[in-house]
């Protein structure tokens, strides 16, 4: 009779697990894994051991290992499915096809179109939202644009550039940056597709149109939709060879999306109601008791999905399938530095017997002391002992806080690597003694950095206004983040900004390293901005001479940084904002935040993308690559600004151009004098007009390796300047505009780029570029 207990136990056992498989439709003999692969339910292999259409799986046992293969036609290889993200890692063989001679009857024959379908309009599936791009690999100086497929194609997601250097037409090796692992832009590109779609169609050309197709010994380029990481992991297997990528066997992974009820979005993007979470709860697919349905829609289709609730963790398609985490088993990681009791989906957490205090911090609970009462009461029989306790307490606090303020201030002294700096000036005394400025002295000379000492903000910190105890009138930056990994960086260009003497560059006189964030102190420049001078209200701002002087002073101090010191610096954010000016007007150079150095031996570095809309170079954008052309172009586009005093980053014509583009444009047909300013017309001589528009469009050109050096620039406004001085006065370009050779400004009459055409000047800037340099980056 003992033996019946038990057999009732292990009756009720199997029925309980006969009614959690039916409350699933999942049949006890399906398949859960099929090689090397999970098949977790909704998803399932074979009639019966799947939630639904779409979801059903098959199991290829010819290979060896099995492989599991998406849906009956088996398109796509499943690496993984992800429960909690609702996601599926599968791979296919091939990229995208490109045709070439496709399109509109004014298109290029060398213009190819594409189409990536992925599974087509049925099924639950779409490109996730995250986690893919869009690459180019064997690709000199061409460009793909990612669009919405159907009747959206004007629609673009994605874009992405891939440049050669000089006429290297033939290169297939890949340039992988050794630190973020990504392509530098050179010979290959990869782009973040962001929105999740079931198709996509790709426009494929040269970014100058009017050049064909190269011809590539290992094949033509190819275009791929592909898993973000795929393509180092790609290049690191062939160790700097040529991509082996053949399309009829290559497999790229993609992470796909998939939801519950999948349902095609109607015209409009409506959201059909059959696609959203029922309201018949038995009628969801979320089986578990601790589930809930989540309404989910993409750009093309929509449905939902299930979650586990807070506080469980599993498989919600499954009844029971959503179990309790015990948060105990990581208290500390869950905010529990006491006693932690774990409850079904939470947890409670107290201070243990005996104990009180903050179960919340660590070491926030203490031993209780039956002292405690008796020592209040004896501070309370006697007024004088209590006031003597608080005195003493108040002074112990203080004390306690300067300990604490001090080791802070060690803290990160050390850790912004004060030794290093002192180091590095340990030969030069003069710079060694004012270097290293004390937090304390900041503090005095900005009144605990109060926000009426303010100046400005920018995009790496504020600036305040202090008065150092030697009376020197300060600018005092302080910065907003901190990045480990490059305080060695920031140390290094200390030292090297601490050792500039330069008249058209802002002094560095020191830093604090004893904040979080190191604090940088420049001398006070109390004249403002360029930017401020120049687009005043009114008809009249800075002279054409004193323009043409600011430039020139403005060179003079880039082509010092890039060429005369002992570790060239790239500014990397030259603009008008950042250009300075004193009481007589004379121009000083600033805000070295985004600056980088490179050595000699090195002609640019792989960085992350800086920079200011409508002065960035377009060129660094695409590749990442950051060289001494970058601060060419910047400054290039500075020469724009005072010819027309127009806003960069604000100017767009009717027909879509930015002001770099207007003025190319303007310029090679013979158009000038329509975008100059009418004071610079009134005052300019014609020809120096025209010699600095020239430099202007040659620093802008899209290519690097076609613009000039900044040595170079200089020299060219040094001579311009040079010819005001000795030549006799000229007719205006206001009188000349007025005149009968009112072009006198000719598409002739003016030089371009070595061994390149007036046609190619003016398709430099098309439309799709103008598109990728639209979007706003951060400083």
Known sequence: MASMPRLVSLVAAVLVLLHAVAGTGLRPDCPTTCGDAAVPFPFGIGAGCYHSAGFNLTCDKSRDPPRLLLGDAGAFQVLDVSIANATVRAARVGGINITYGVGNASSSTDEGRGEWRGLGDAGPFVLADDGNELII???????????????????????????????????????????????????????????????????????????????????????????????????????????????????????????????????????????????????????????????????????????????????????????????????????????????????????????????????????????????????????????????????????????????????????????????????????????????????????????????????????????????HVVAIKKSKIAVQREIDEFINEVAILSQINHRNVVKLFGCCLETEVPLLVYEFVSNGTLYSHLHVNGPRSLSWGDRLRIATETAKAIAYLHSSVSIPIIHRDIKSTNILL???????????????????????????????????????????????KSDVYSFGVILVELLTRRKPFSHVTSEGEGLVAHFVTSFTEGNLVDILDTQVMEEGNIKVVEEVAALAATCVKLRGEDRPTMRQVEMALEGIQASMKHDSPAGNLAVEKSGENSSNISRNSLPTGEGRSMKEETRQYSLEEEYLLSARYPR
């Open 137 to 471: 690999v064997r690709g000199c100086d061409v460009l793909a644009l990612l669009t919405a497929g159907g009747n959206s194609t004007n629609i673009t997601i994605s874009g992405c550039a891939s440049f050669c250097p000089g006429t290297d037409a033939g290169r297939t090796t890949l340039s992988i940056s050794a630190t973020d692992r990504r392509c530098t832009g050179v010979g290959c590109c990869q782009m973040p597709i962001s929105v999740g779609r079931d198709s996509y169609e790709v426009r494929f050309r040269r970014l100058d149109a009017s050049q064909p197709l190269p011809q590539f010994a290992d094949g033509p380029p190819l275009v791929l939709i592909a898993e973000q990481g795929w393509l180092a992991q790609a290049a690191a297997s062939t160790r700097g060879a040529p991509l082996p990528v053949n399309l009829d066997e290559t497999a790229v992974p993609v992470s796909l999306g998939w939801a519950i009820g999948s349902t095609h979005l109607g015209p409009g993007g409506t959201v059909p109601e059959s696609s959203t979470c029922p309201t018949d709860a038995t009628r969801s697919a979320c089986k578990s008791s601790h589930s809930s349905c989540r309404g989910v829609s993409t750009a093309t289709r929509a449905g939902y999905v299930c979650d586990c609730d807070a506080g469980f963790q599993g498989n919600p398609y499954l009844a029971g399938g959503c179990h309790d985490i015990n948060e105990c088993e990581k208290a500390d990681a869950n905010g529990c530095f006491g006693e932690c009791i774990n409850t079904d989906g939470s947890f409670e957490c107290r201070c243990p017997a005996g104990t009180q205090g903050d179960h919340t911090k660590r070491h926030g609970c203490v031993r209780s002391s039956s002292s405690t009462g008796l020592s209040i009461g004896v501070g309370a029989s006697s007024g004088a002992s209590l006031i003597l306790l608080v005195l003493m307490a108040i002074l112990i606090t203080r004390k306690h806080r300067r300990q604490r303020a001090k080791k802070l201030r060690q803290k990160y002294f050390k850790q912004n690597r004060g030794q290093l700096l002192q180091q590095l000036v340990a030969q030069r005394a003069d710079i060694a003694e004012r270097m290293i400025i004390p937090l304390e002295e900041l503090e005095k000379a900005t009144n605990s950095f109060d926000r009426d000492r303010e100046l400005g903000g920018g995009g790496h910190g504020t600036v305040y206004k202090g008065i150092l105890s030697d009376l």
């Open 582 to 628: 004193d009481d007589t007007r004379t121009s000083k150079v600033s805000d070295f935040g985004a600056s980088r150095c490179i050595p000699i031996d090195q002609s640019g570095i792989t960085t992350k993308v800086q920079g200011t809309l409508g002065y960035l170079d377009p060129a660094y954008y695409y590749t990442q690559r950051l060289t001494d």
